[in-house]
């Protein structure tokens, strides 16, 4: 009978708490003579980097009473399906961070504003055009527009156990004269001893990787015909990366084939204890690295390899606005204030990824020998837009096709020949649905 | 010998179904370093309580977690509420018209979420619950209902009628026979159905990000995602931590309300 009476009491507590709390609704209209309010949909995550989001909107909203912006933390897994109801139900937020690849989709479909104009001068041209193609997508009605303003993109770089590489008295690379795929290959058996390997390519998500790193022999991996239909292709100049890692693994076994399975960080603890000496990785991982690696461990950044040319492919994080935001001139001052150079040098010390904005670039922040970001800044130099990103298709080509194919590849179970055959093949039959 | 084998067989379970709650203790009290040693350890070399501090220190977890409690609660005291009656009128009055009512009860179980995700954001959004605790508890107690409704009318299936015909013939109504003689024996399927609602209300992530944009009115389950990044990648200490203290709410509401999870109450109701 306790029981009953308690349940019947938190119930009553509970209705009461559940339908006195809610919120003001998504839109974000102000009534005359009150402050414009503006939400700001942030994927921010590590510690340092929602810490100095959280700063600079504390920071906005202090200088600029008459624009709030209300902080809402999101989570990158999800962003995407959250934003597609959102958007449907015109309740999206009116400033949103998303990536690159993301924000196609969205243009096309009339959600994001086109913000060529908008754009203030000063940040337009302090971040690249190089960056700036990476948010450039058709409108869907034959136009193109800007549909996002770019602000930190990654790099793939090489991070080395500093104690094997000065063992194996290979050259040291630096981002003026980085190895060549030859070099980093014999760089890689050198540092091959025992149960020890020279590197560990963790495959678990080997799409972003593999494509980004084709374009150092000039591999796209898609082509688009005169008839204006894209295709995929997997020729000489695509296969290139992927027989190297292969051999690597295979034919030099100076790759840990242990590693294939795992997730970008989840080599670490064999990493730490010297099972292997080189990891390629995105700048990014070098935060897990500083804060996880135990004491005395010594690592380096190197840059990534070199083959025909240094590129790699690259896709930008974005502040976009919703195309049914209320105060879109507002959402761009913010947008414009949160991404100048001394701010986009906060962001990216707080994400360890790259700042798109030139002046960001060289702040003594992104400049600096600790913990790589020398190598690392320096490497954005290499950054093109990455041949993927504007591809209708690429999404499910990348989850249903390339995915599956680049495990097994790698995994030794299919010739090249196979995973060429099938990426090409089953990848049309893919991007013909989109293309209709 | 065979009870020392149940013995065993009986810690085996209980070690397995108490791992994922001792690693993730294990893990909320391990710094950086620890967690990524290559050879993990069950106790923590150098524990630490900074994984609870951050975690607590960046996120409103008290308040989410109050705000899910209300949810989770106001959810299966609903569920429960609207599934008894109509699991007693389907259990009991069989004909065409209940049949086609288990049936739509079934299929509605089919249909994928995601199809059904942004008409419901629609209607809430129309009905002005977007973005508010009664609009989340609207939507978990529609996902909730159907298999309620479902669970509970096979308990009261397991009601011998005989029981009921007994009573109307010492003289109860229809309604006291209800109360009186099919509602105490119901107890275990309404708590069992109260936890099942709970723990769904409780856990539930979609609905609720899709829902809940003001961040005073975000539950556990989007405050916990916060400490995870792109494909994968987590701050492990926190996520831990959180995690922790967000499993203890339900294992108290579990530890109250499984006293009256029992069986046999009906044994030999019916005899001779």
Redesign the interface.
């Known amino acids: 009978m306790r029981?009953t009476s308690?349940?019947a009491a938190?119930?009553i507590?509970?209705?009461t708490?559940?339908?006195g709390?809610?919120?003001?609704?998504?839109s974000s209209s102000s009534a005359p003579g009150e402050p414009v309010k503006i939400?700001f949909l942030s994927l921010a995550?590590?510690?340092e980097s929602?810490a100095a989001n959280k700063q600079l909107v504390d920071e906005w909203n202090k200088a600029n009473p008459n624009i709030q912006v209300?902080?809402?933390?999101g989570?990158?897994?999800?962003v995407n399906?959250?934003l597609?109801?959102?958007f449907?139900?015109?309740?999206a937020?009116d400033v949103i961070h998303n990536d690159s690849p993301a924000l196609s989709g969205f243009a096309t479909d009339g959600y994001l504003l086109d913000l060529k104009d908008k754009v203030p001068a000063e940040l337009k041209s302090d971040i690249p055009q190089a960056a700036w193609d990476t948010v450039t997508f058709g409108d869907g009605k034959g136009g193109q527009g800007v549909y996002g303003v770019p602000f930190l993109q990654e790099s793939q770089v090489i991070i080395a156990n500093k104690k094997l590489l000065d063992a194996s008295k290979v050259r040291i690379p630096t981002p003026d004269n980085p190895w060549t795929w030859d070099e980093f290959s014999e760089a890689a058996k050198k540092m091959t001893e025992g149960d020890s390997f020279g590197v560990a390519w963790p495959m678990k998500?080997p799409v972003n990787k593999t494509l980004n790193l084709a374009l150092n022999f000039g591999g796209t991996f898609f082509q688009t015909g005169a008839d204006g239909k894209t295709t995929v292709k997997v020729g000489p100049e695509e296969r290139e990366v992927l027989q190297r890692i292969h051999d690597q693994l295979y034919k030099d076994k100076s790759a840990d084939t242990d590693a294939l399975g795992m997730?970008?960080?989840d080599p670490?603890?064999?990493f730490?204890?010297g099972?292997f000496a080189l990891l390629p990785a995105g700048v990014f991982l070098r935060q897990?690295v500083a804060?996880?690696?135990?004491?005395g461990f010594e690592w380096v950044t190197l840059p990534g390899p070199k083959g025909t040319t240094a590129q790699q492919g690259a896709v930008s994080q974005t502040l976009s606005i919703a195309q049914d935001s209320k105060h879109p001139d507002e959402a761009m001052k913010f947008i414009a204030f949160f991404l100048n150079g001394p701010n986009q040098a906060k962001l990216a010390k707080g994400d360890w990824l790259l700042p798109t904005s030139q002046s960001a670039a060289a702040d003594p922040a992104m400049t600096t020998e600790e913990n790589g970001w020398d190598v690392a800044t320096a490497s954005a130099k290499n950054l093109v837009v990455a041949p993927f990103l504007k591809v209708n298709g690429f999404d499910e080509w990348k989850s249903k096709v390339a995915t599956p194919v680049l495990q097994e590849f790698y995994a030794n179970k299919i010739t090249i020949e196979e995973a060429a055959k099938r990426l090409v093949d089953e990848g049309n039959k893919v991007l013909e649905r989109y293309q209709r | 010998m065979r009870r020392l084998s149940q013995y065993v067989a009986l810690v085996a379970y209980i070690v397995f179904l108490a791992f994922p709650l001792v690693w993730l203790l294990s893990t909320a009290l391990k710094t950086p370093q620890e967690m990524a040693l290559a050879d993990p350890t069950w106790i923590p070399r150098e524990p630490t309580l900074a994984n609870f501090a951050d975690a607590f220190g960046e996120q409103d977890l008290v308040g989410a977690a109050v705000r899910s409690l209300g949810v989770a609660l106001a959810s299966s005291l609903i569920t429960v509420l609207i599934s008894l009656p109509a699991a007693y009128a389907i259990a009991r009055h069989r004909g065409l018209v209940n049949r086609i009512a288990i049936g739509w009860v079934l299929v509605s179980q089919v249909f994928p979420f995601i199809l059904i995700i942004i008409p419901l954001f629609m209607i809430l959004r129309d009905l002005e619950l977007v973005n508010t605790l009664p609009g989340l508890v609207v939507v978990h107690v529609t996902f909730t209902l159907p298999f309620a409704l479902w669970m509970l009318q096979g308990y009261v299936r397991a009601v011998p009628p005989e029981l009921e015909e007994a009573a109307a013939v010492d003289g109860a109504t229809r309604l006291r026979s209800i109360v009186k003689v099919v509602a105490p024996l119901l107890a275990p399927g309404v708590v069992a159905t109260l936890l099942f609602a709970f723990i769904s209300s409780w856990n539930e992530f979609m609905f609720a990000l899709v829902i809940l944009q003001n961040p005073d009115v975000m539950t556990l389950p989007l405050t916990l995602v916060r400490f995870t990044g792109p494909e994968g990648v987590a701050r492990l200490g926190p996520l831990a931590a959180a995690s922790l203290m967000a499993t203890i709410p339900s294992l108290i509401f579990f530890a109250i309300i499984q006293r009256r999870l029992k069986s046999g109450l009906m044994a030999g109701a019916v005899k001779g």
């Open positions: 029981i308690a349940l938190a119930a507590v509970a209705l708490a559940a339908c709390s809610g919120g003001g609704g998504g939400n995550w590590q510690k929602v209300t902080y809402v933390q989570s990158w897994d999800n399906d959250q597609v109801t959102q449907a139900g015109g309740t937020p998500s997730g970008t960080a670490l603890p064999a730490f204890k099972k897990q804060e996880q690696a135990p004491d």
